[in-house]
């Protein structure tokens, strides 16, 4: 199993960007993949998309397509997610998850980024 | 990809058994015996509960069990505790290799 460590909190303008960072440990980063998750307040958990560290390739889901990019680096055993021309509805708590295949559960969580967003 | 329509609510007393639906579509749930359910309990991250319809991960309660019928997969939570009460969520797999959530369920223990 792995564990993630995520970046900390950020406080964003709108129609700037965020970064948010997940470190990983503990198991095989490589052959693993790597979701993202997000949670407005008091609402349910969205997911956005996956990466693969072993080529890069990534899926996400329609709605994330346009201004989410998910990447990775492999020296630092590391995940990304950004979001662009940040809006306030994406004033959320962003998880990333692992897996050991595309299709199955997230059997490691990271603790949560909470990003807001305001004018 | 619309998400999997579970019911906001469901309340039982302790001891009781109570069951929490997940209705998908051709193009998750009913194509795919990849279906999870997490639990999240406030503030918390959500925990793997269920996964691939009925498998328990170690160290999760076999009070918990679950089942899948067509389009539709099941939570069982039995003999339920005061701990179970939290937020669940159910995912599936999807024909176009993404994950899509169920808008989830709130469980109360009376």
């Known amino acids: 199993q792995m564990q993630l460590e995520q970046s900390g909190a950020e406080v964003k303008k709108t129609g700037s960007s965020v970064k948010v960072s997940c470190k990983a440990s503990?198991?095989?980063?490589?052959?693993?993949?790597v979701h993202w998750v997000r949670q407005a307040p008091g609402r349910p958990l969205e997911w956005m998309g996956w990466?693969?560290?072993?080529?890069?390739?990534?899926n996400y889901a329609q709605k994330f397509r346009d201004r989410v990019t998910i990447t990775r680096d492999m020296s630092r055993v590391m995940a990304y997610m950004e979001v662009t021309s940040l809006r306030s509805e994406d004033t959320a708590m962003y998880y990333c998850?692992?897996?050991?295949?595309?299709?199955?559960?997230?059997?490691?969580w990271g603790q949560g980024t909470l990003v807001t967003v305001s004018s | 990809q619309s998400a999997l329509t579970q019911p906001a609510s469901v309340s039982g007393s302790p001891g009781q058994s109570i069951t929490i639906s997940c209705i998908g579509t051709?193009?998750?749930?009913?194509?795919?015996?990849?279906v999870s359910w997490y639990q999240q309990h406030p503030g918390k991250a959500p925990k793997v509960m269920i996964y691939?319809?009925?498998s328990r991960p170690s160290g999760v309660s076999n009070r918990f069990s679950g089942s899948k019928s067509g389009n539709t997969a099941s939570l069982t939570i039995s003999g339920l505790q005061a701990e179970d009460e939290a937020d669940y969520y159910c995912?599936?797999?999807?024909?176009?290799?993404?994950?899509?959530f169920g808008g989830g369920t709130k469980v109360t223990v009376l």
């Open positions: 051709t193009s998750d749930v009913g194509r795919y015996d990849f």
């Open positions: 503990g198991d095989t980063f490589t052959y693993r993949y």
């Open positions: 995912t599936s797999y999807t024909s176009i290799n993404t994950q899509v």
């Open positions: 998850a692992s897996g050991s295949e595309v299709w199955g559960h997230f059997d490691s």
């Open positions: 990466i693969t560290p072993f080529n890069g390739d990534t």
């Open positions: 691939d319809v009925s």
